[in-house]
């Protein structure tokens, strides 16, 4: 009895000291140990030396993302338990270190922390190279690290995991007119969410790809919708291609990277060691610099979406909307920041659809609840939604249409001058009887005029008209614009 109660106590110290839960995967290993960073506000972990110890092999950083942290890397993972990165770097002899950056900083402050991380884990492991792996956002940190803090001559390789080289559609739509009020009475308009919006992003990669710094980056992506009706779940839903979730496979893509491996990972699952190690460790000891050739990136706007958003309090009604003819299908979905929001939809015949708040989300809307329903060939003509919750709530709904009418919005660049008249079209698969186009509420013209004030000008463009058959039709995109002095240099 003795044993088994000292065996409890050095459980319960291992989980009180951050320990990495065992499992048969992480049996062998140790938990990292921290060493603090002189001068900086981060820290870093030292993973502990495998006896299989092989110094011939190049010690692992391994950088988190958005809202993470160091345990990212052994900790729990959102839907698929325990990560077990460090287990697999570790019992395959390798080194391995992670840092803890700013949760919701942008890249430059990240950049600039990571670059003094790296000199210490250097000295600390006597090292003059690193590989770095990062997860998400975390690949941007990474990026720009390289390129303006200095970084590049202690770095080996850099291996992205589902990283948003382009930025995400989801981080647009944090900032359109009907997500706002979620995000700010979630407090999710972060740094971090903020720098990626496409339009930023794309401000970011026309600086970061002008000078390479000839460290190699190799790219991981996902194509697999996380668990239903989580973050991961309706993220796929908004994005409606192939994405993982939270980030379309396209900006996984970085210009000048070598695609290492693309499979049916989601966001959460793809920076765990028993789906990526393999293609990971065919690279670790590989020499001779990846292709140089770019990638394809980049996400455009989305075109089968309808979407609605606001705040509520009590019981009211929402703002219609159409449903026109030949829709096949309807997934609707709501995101709200409280779990006794509800919402019902009423179809033209009068009809009842009720949706509940079944899930919490994460991602970049961490904190919100999700609920949906599916509509099999909903009635065409005005639909009603009624919303309520007990206190002040923020809600949106993703409507994602099953039907032949697609619209496209075409930008004549991500990036542009203060006051700059943006070329501006909104494209339609089908040619409708009468179409009206609105830019923030605004009606639109020939361009669209940027303010003077620099930084992201979000466009949520509500597309609206009436096909052939006189049924009504609408349509919502979202997109952004950097709007930046022209040979604008990084903060």
């Known amino acids: 009895m003795r044993h088994v109660w000292q065996i409890i106590s050095v459980l319960l110290l291992l989980i009180l000291m951050g320990a ?48 993470g942290s160091a345990t990212s890397w052994w900790g729990e993972t959102a839907y698929h338990g325990p990560n077990d990165m460090y287990a697999h770097a570790y019992n395959a002899g390798y080194r391995t270190a992670f840092v803890d950056l700013y949760p919701e900083g942008d890249m430059w402050a990240n950049g600039h922390l990571l670059a003094q991380e790296l000199v210490a884990t250097t000295d600390h492991f006597g090292v003059e190279k690193v590989v770095i792996i990062a997860h998400s956002k975390g690949g941007v940190d990474v990026n720009a690290a390289v390129t303006f803090f200095g970084a590049a001559s202690m770095i080996e390789k850099v291996i992205t995991l589902g990283s948003p080289h382009w930025g995400t559609p989801l981080a647009d739509l944090v900032y359109s007119t009907w997500t706002w009020w979620l995000a700010v009475i979630l407090g999710q308009q972060s740094d971090a969410a903020y720098v990626m919006q496409t339009g930023y992003m794309a401000w970011f990669r026309s600086m970061a790809d002008a000078e390479p710094a000839g460290v190699p980056y190799l790219t991981v992506g996902g194509t697999k919708c996380g668990p239903f009706l989580s973050a991961l779940w309706w993220g796929c839903v908004y994005l409606s291609g192939q994405d993982d979730g939270l980030v379309p496979i396209a900006s996984t893509r970085k210009p000048g990277a070598q695609v290492l491996v693309e499979s049916a990972w989601d966001h959460d699952e793809i920076r765990m060691g028993s789906r990526v190690w393999g293609p990971i460790a065919s690279v670790l000891q590989s020499g001779g610099a990846p292709s140089r050739a770019a990638a394809e990136g980049g ?17 009211t009604m929402g703002e219609p909307f159409p449903l026109e003819s030949g829709v096949q299908g309807a997934s609707i979905t709501f995101v709200a920041s409280s779990p006794e929001f509800k919402a019902t939809l009423i179809s033209p015949d009068g009809v009842k659809h009720e949706v509940s708040m079944a899930a919490q989300a994460d991602g ?114 979202v997109g952004s614009v950097m709007v930046a002095p022209n040979g604008a240099n990084a903060p």
């Open 20 to 67: 990495p839960p065992f499992s048969p995967a992480l049996a062998e290993s140790s938990p990292p140990a921290p060493v603090r960073l002189h001068g900086a506000p981060g820290s870093w972990y030292a993973g502990a030396i495998p006896p299989n110890f092989d110094p011939a092999k190049p010690v692992l950083v391994f950088v988190h993302g958005k809202g």
């Open 299 to 315: 996400a455009g706007a989305l075109g089968n979406m309808l979407l609605r958003g606001g705040e509520v309090t009590g019981v």
């Open 364 to 477: 970049f809307l961490p904190g919100a609840w999700a609920g949906s329903v599916e509509l099999k060939l909903p009635a065409p003509g005005q639909w009603q939604l009624q919303v309520s919750a007990p206190e002040r709530t923020g809600y949106l709904m993703i409507a994602s249409l099953e039907s032949d009418l697609r619209a496209s919005l075409e930008l004549g660049g991500q990036v542009a001058a203060p006051g700059e008249s943006l070329p501006v079209e909104v494209g339609l698969s089908q040619q409708p009887v009468t179409l009206q186009v609105s830019i923030n509420g605004e009606p639109l013209r020939r361009g669209l005029t940027l303010p003077q004030e620099e930084g992201v000008q979000n466009l949520s463009v509500t597309v609206t008209g009436t096909r052939p058959d006189g049924s009504a039709f609408e349509r919502s995109l």
